[in-house]
């Protein structure tokens, strides 16, 4: 069966600070990944999807980064935080087009809780 | 643009009451549609979905949603809210495809009275 990790869960970093969340998801190849960020008070925002390795698109433009350095990692950066970056950031797979019957489904990982001070 | 609207921001409940979360979607044409639901400082996780076919979806936990194509929502409904219902639920879009980005609503933030 796949599962994802992502960590840390929590995080506090000073402003201007560098950052580096990771993601790997097992049990399955070539997926689809994605980082969302959630806001206080605000919904789910995707900042990132990847369909292959090396392969980034990003949907806002920001002080964020992503990286897919293999097939099942993924890791979104920052050179320097912001204290708009405080959020809940949340790393999400689904399979590749033509693998599953429920590709369109996101599988999510638990979240990392970031707070810049 | 494509855009996933959620109008209650906050909506309490007394446990065993009825509960309908609102969802409204803008699509060119009709996406596929979730609803999910985050318990405090945790994950996502899926209640239910429409792909298409029968627009009254059965989930989990006893959810259950119905797709209105006119009037382009997919509420979200409970007949007995119990208390380990209180969380944060948000409603998604998805045109499917290669990238399958979710498009997500604000939210909705269920809370439960004993």
């Known amino acids: 069966s796949q599962t994802i990790h992502q960590w840390p869960a929590t995080l506090v970093q000073p402003v201007g600070s560098p950052l580096s969340l990771e993601c790997t998801v097992e049990g399955t190849s070539n997926p689809n990944l994605y980082w969302y960020r959630q806001a206080a008070g605000r919904g789910l925002q995707l900042l990132f999807y990847?369909?292959?390795?090396?392969?980034i698109s990003s949907e806002v433009p920001q002080n964020l980064s992503a990286s897919r350095p293999q097939d099942r990692q993924f890791i979104l950066s920052s050179k320097k935080l912001l204290l708009s970056d405080s959020g809940f950031y949340l790393c999400?797979?689904?399979?590749?087009?033509?693998?599953?019957?429920?590709?369109?489904?996101?599988?999510f990982g638990s979240g990392t809780q970031l707070s810049v001070l | 643009a494509q855009s996933v609207t959620q109008p209650d921001i906050h909506i309490t409940v007394s446990e065993g009451a009825s509960l309908e979360l609102r969802c409204n979607y803008s699509y060119g044409a009709t996406p596929y549609l979730f609803w999910y639901v985050q318990s405090p400082g945790q994950g996502l996780q899926l209640l239910l979905k429409?792909?298409?076919?029968?627009?009254l979806v059965q989930g989990i936990k006893g959810f259950e949603a119905e797709f209105k194509r006119s009037q382009s929502s997919f509420n979200l409904r409970k007949p007995s809210v119990h208390w380990s219902d209180a969380a944060e639920y948000f409603c998604?879009?998805?045109?499917?495809?290669?990238?399958?980005?979710?498009?997500f609503g604000t939210g909705t933030l269920l809370a439960v009275q004993p």
């Open positions: 990847s369909v292959g390795i090396g392969q």
């Open positions: 999400a797979w689904s399979f590749p087009p033509g693998q599953s019957a429920t590709n369109e489904k996101l599988f």
């Open positions: 998604a879009a998805s045109r499917g495809g290669a990238t399958n980005k979710l498009i």
């Open positions: 429409y792909f298409s076919g029968d627009t």
